[in-house]
């Protein structure tokens, strides 16, 4: 069986990349390009995203699972992953389809924008990841996106020079996604063998693939919806500040989300084998490992984004200080809803309660956005994305509260987050008292990590969970 540690390593040294890669681009693309490029690129992604999500159709979830669950059986893996591709080229089609024509007749604005955006929907028919991540092949899919992803920001750095780059900046980043969905191909026939699919069996997959389709649906509904209500009913500066706010909140939660990335596969495949011990011990360890980072991210970003949003973006951005505090709220939602999603719901096939939750939660996003947005532009949206991740993480709890032990780990999330609170007040008042530039973010960084440092420490010396436990043999051991 693969590496559990290995690959949790793989996958969260490639989420870092991720992490470090806007370091690099965003600072510098957002000073050329302005406020106005950036929204415009953000509102036509966000169109292009929903053909996307059309074309991929819940097979990221629905296939990793499914693979996981059959990888022990050769001809079944064959058999199943021929039919669930076949699946997935056959809407990926007509997706593409349905996207080109509307853009030749109904967009008159932005048109090469829109064409270059529309390399993502093309990439869709070539995204295998869900094979590989089935296997746990997670170092195979992490070597060739790395080279990808840094090659894409050398290419940035060196051609995106004007305001009138924006569609090099567009092509660029659309390039390398079709790039890195197309590489792992070249090592697919290693593992997998291509059987005819009869549709008597590719029948089988298509209802659960929309089951795990309409959540998805769901969640792009308030992921991308925000985007494009703004850029219809207020303007693209303002989609613009709430692109630059919601990557800050996105880069370390990447991170978060590798352990459901990583874990998902695995507790299906123990699922299968009837391990529910074994499955349960994952879960507590996870939680607890991801609401400890998930509760550091929310405070740190909350404490440094007055000082952080003009300093990393400009003085042109500013508005995005409030907005990054404001989205920093739902980090710790977020982070408890995926281990759930990720490590109970998706394993144990509890799709109902995942469709249901994503689909309140978009209602309650689209509500809060029409009343809000038009008064108060991105803030509004900052408020709908805010209730949205709430009501998703409460109505999920609610419904496996009796399954695992939702009431514990809401206890065990009560220091981290009065360490976290400590936390913020001496990391926002430094940025008070200080002048805005660079020497004050630094300092509230060392400050606000040493704090949450000894914060854990102690929590350490006098906690009984399991991963403090575990953390207090490993200090004792080295």
């Given at each position: 069986m693969p590496s559990l540690r290995r690959n949790i390593v793989y996958q969260f040294l490639y989420e870092l990349l991720i992490v470090f890669i806007p370091l690099f681009t965003i600072p510098y693309v957002s000073r050329v390009l302005g406020a106005e490029n950036i929204g415009l690129f953000s509102y036509t992604y966000a169109v292009a995203n929903y053909f996307v999500l059309f074309a991929n159709l819940g097979i990221k979830n629905y296939?990793?699972?499914?693979?996981?669950?059959?990888?022990?059986?050769?001809?079944?893996?064959?058999?199943?992953?021929?039919?669930i591709l076949s699946i997935h080229i056959i809407f990926s089609i007509i997706v593409i389809f349905v996207y080109l024509v509307l853009l030749f007749f109904f967009v008159e604005d932005n048109l090469v924008i829109f064409l270059i955006q529309?390399?993502?929907v093309f990439a869709a028919v070539f995204d295998i990841n869900w094979f590989f991540f089935g296997i746990e092949k997670f170092k195979l899919t992490v070597g060739r996106n790395t080279l990808v992803k840094i090659l894409s920001v050398f290419l940035v750095l060196v051609f995106v020079k004007t305001q009138t780059d924006l569609?090099?900046?567009?092509?660029?980043?659309?390039?390398s996604v079709f790039v890195g969905q197309s590489v792992v191909w070249f090592a697919l026939k290693q593992y997998v063998s291509w059987r005819r699919p009869s549709w008597a069996n590719m029948k089988q997959h298509i209802r659960p693939l929309f089951v795990l389709f309409l959540p998805i649906l769901a969640l792009s509904l308030y992921k991308y919806m925000d985007k494009i209500m703004l850029g219809s009913i207020s303007s693209n500066v303002q989609v613009g500040f709430y692109e630059n706010a919601e990557k800050i909140i996105n880069v370390p939660m990447s991170l978060i989300m590798a352990f459901g990335v990583v874990l998902m596969p695995r507790i299906a495949n123990m699922v299968t084998?009837?391990?529910?011990g074994e499955v349960f011990k994952l879960i507590d360890m996870s939680m607890e490992a991801v609401m400890l980072l998930a509760i550091a991210i929310s405070f740190g970003l909350a404490g440094i984004s007055f000082v952080l949003a003009p300093i990393f973006f400009g003085y042109e951005f500013e508005e995005c200080g409030i907005l990054i505090m404001g989205l920093a709220v739902t980090v710790p939602f977020m982070a408890f809803a995926n281990v759930i999603r990720t490590q109970y719901l998706i394993p144990y096939k509890e799709d109902k309660i995942f469709v249901v939750s994503l689909f309140l939660g978009a209602a309650v996003n689209l509500i809060v956005n029409i009343i809000l947005i038009p008064y108060m532009a991105a803030r509004g949206a900052v408020i709908g994305t805010i209730f949205a991740e709430i009501i998703v993480c409460i109505y999920q709890s609610y419904f496996v509260r009796k399954k695992i032990f939702i009431k514990k780990?809401?206890?065990?999330?009560?220091?981290?987050?009065?360490?976290?609170?400590?936390?913020?007040?001496?990391v926002f008042q430094i940025g008070n008292v200080m002048n805005i530039n660079i020497?004050?973010?630094?300092?509230?960084?060392?400050?606000?990590?040493?704090?949450?440092?000894?914060?854990?420490?102690?929590?350490?010396?006098?906690?009984?969970?399991?991963?403090?436990?575990?953390?207090?043999?490993?200090?004792?051991?080295?």
């Open positions: 296939g990793s699972r499914t693979i996981a669950m059959v990888r022990n059986n050769k001809e079944e893996l064959n058999r199943n992953f021929s039919e529309s390399i993502y569609w090099i900046y567009a092509l660029i980043l659309a390039l084998s009837k391990d529910k780990y809401l206890l065990n999330t009560i220091p981290p987050i009065l360490i976290g609170i400590v936390m913020f007040v001496f020497v004050t973010l630094i300092l509230q960084l060392l400050v606000g990590m040493f704090i949450y440092a000894v914060g854990v420490f102690l929590l350490m010396l006098k906690s009984r969970t399991r991963l403090m436990v575990l953390l207090r043999k490993f200090v004792v051991r080295y």
